[in-house]
């Protein structure tokens, strides 16, 4: 019999998202622009809370370049982005032609470190005359960062932060959103992350007049005129009505995901409790309400005597998917001969850590198959 598979994070739709797209063929609004992106825009700033301003664009990453052209980055500018994460939060440094200075991580929310942060800050003055022009920080896995620190740094040297929380979405640090830390925050809908809009994110910031000056550059930069005008290079970024609409849905279903993704979290926690040398990655919950996006789990390879990937084959052998953490971008290929400043925080982690099935559609039943299968390969090392 084929075993049911069981995915890392399916995109899970709410019923809704139907209907907002129907609305939007039937009053012709197939166009880009139209009610549902503002009726998205305006629950995502409801739900942020603090005084924030959204835009729907047509990806994170696209967030992420507007927030850097809006800083002004670029040649001969340096920015600073946590080095554990995805490529996409570096790679518009590198559009802006830029230069990134990668930071390593500490080990309670495997976030950027905030010592790391300032000696990188200082260091770089020191070599090049001048501060990085930006600051740019992760939310791993939905765990907030250490903000309380990160902000205070990023005062005193009077360098911007952008806040990446693409996978962050409903997390909290200290009863605040993420994505309201930085001067800019970054939101994610792609297909695997907590809503999806079938591909899309969002640019929040602190006023309208940034909100629109968003809006205008994500719209090709066309100045108001009656015939196509242009001072400035523009940008096709948008998100569209169509998409919009899925995200309208999705808003309505993100409180239960979210319960379930910490519901699962937890469930994880419970039946790995008791095996020795497997540990849930957590924090203090009244600091660091993450949503849990993934749950992550290292591995005691000493203890076990086998490694992250040895489950992840195991568990892909019975149709289950699991994935190795991200590879430190200081150690990519594309990016490594980039000035980093680390202390192998985030390549001892990627050495050991392994992302679990965590998606809201799971069964309690599914969660128990997995760590089964994982109890299996770990008792069947012993046996041999
Ligand atoms: C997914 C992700 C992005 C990019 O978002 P897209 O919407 O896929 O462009 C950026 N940063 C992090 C940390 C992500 O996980």
Redesign the pocket.
């Known amino acids: 019999m084929e075993l049911k598979k069981i995915w890392l994070s399916l995109a899970q739709m709410g019923g809704q998202e139907q209907q907002y797209i129907h609305d939007a063929f039937d009053k012709n609004w197939i166009a880009p622009l139209g009610p549902n992106v503002t009726g998205f825009e305006q629950d995502l700033k409801d739900y942020l809370g603090e005084n924030c301003h959204v835009t729907a664009l047509s990806?994170?990453?696209?967030?992420?370049h507007l927030a850097m052209v809006q800083l002004g980055v670029g040649l001969g500018d340096e920015v600073i982005c946590q080095s554990f994460?995805?490529s996409?939060?570096a790679n518009p440094i590198i559009y802006q032609n830029a230069t990134p200075i990668f930071v390593d991580s500490e080990p309670e929310t495997w976030n950027i470190s905030p010592t790391l942060l300032e000696k990188a800050i200082i260091d770089r003055k020191i070599k090049t005359g001048k501060y990085p022009k930006a600051i740019i920080i992760?939310d791993?896995y939905g765990m907030p960062a250490k903000m309380d620190e990160i902000t205070t740094i990023s005062s005193t040297y009077n360098i911007p932060l952008i806040e990446?929380a693409?996978?962050a979405l409903g997390s909290e640090y200290k009863g605040r959103k993420c994505g309201t830390f930085g001067e800019y925050g970054?939101l994610?809908?792609?297909g695997?992350?907590i809503i999806t809009t079938s591909?899309?994110?969002a640019l929040v910031c602190k006023s309208r007049e940034r909100a629109q000056q968003t809006i205008f550059l994500a719209t090709q930069a066309k100045e108001n005129k009656p015939y196509y005008h242009h001072k400035e290079i523009g940008y096709n970024y948008r998100l569209s009505n169509i998409c919009a609409g899925i995200g309208r849905g999705q808003m309505k279903v993100l409180p239960g995901h979210l319960l379930r993704r910490r519901e699962i979290h937890s469930l994880y926690s419970e039946l790995l409790a008791d095996v020795k040398g497997i540990s849930v990655m957590q924090c203090n919950r009244r600091t660091y309400n993450s949503n849990y996006w993934l749950t992550c789990i290292t591995v005691n390879s000493e203890l076990l005597n086998i490694t992250a990937d040895n489950i992840r084959l195991h568990l892909d052998s019975v149709n289950i998917e699991s994935r190795l953490l991200w590879k430190p971008l200081h150690t990519q290929p594309v990016f490594e001969s980039y000035p980093a400043y680390t202390d192998g925080t985030s390549e001892g982690l990627f050495q050991i850590g392994l992302c679990l099935p965590s998606g809201p559609s799971l069964t309690n039943e599914d969660i128990e198959r997995v760590v089964a299968e994982l109890k299996k390969r770990i008792q069947n090392h012993k046996c041999q």
Not at 59 to 64: D, K, N, R
Request: aromatic share 8%; hydrophobic share 45%; charged share 10%.
């Open positions: 990806a994170g990453t696209a967030a992420l994460t995805f996409a939060s992760v791993l990446d693409a996978e970054v994610s809908f792609n695997n992350k591909g899309g994110g």
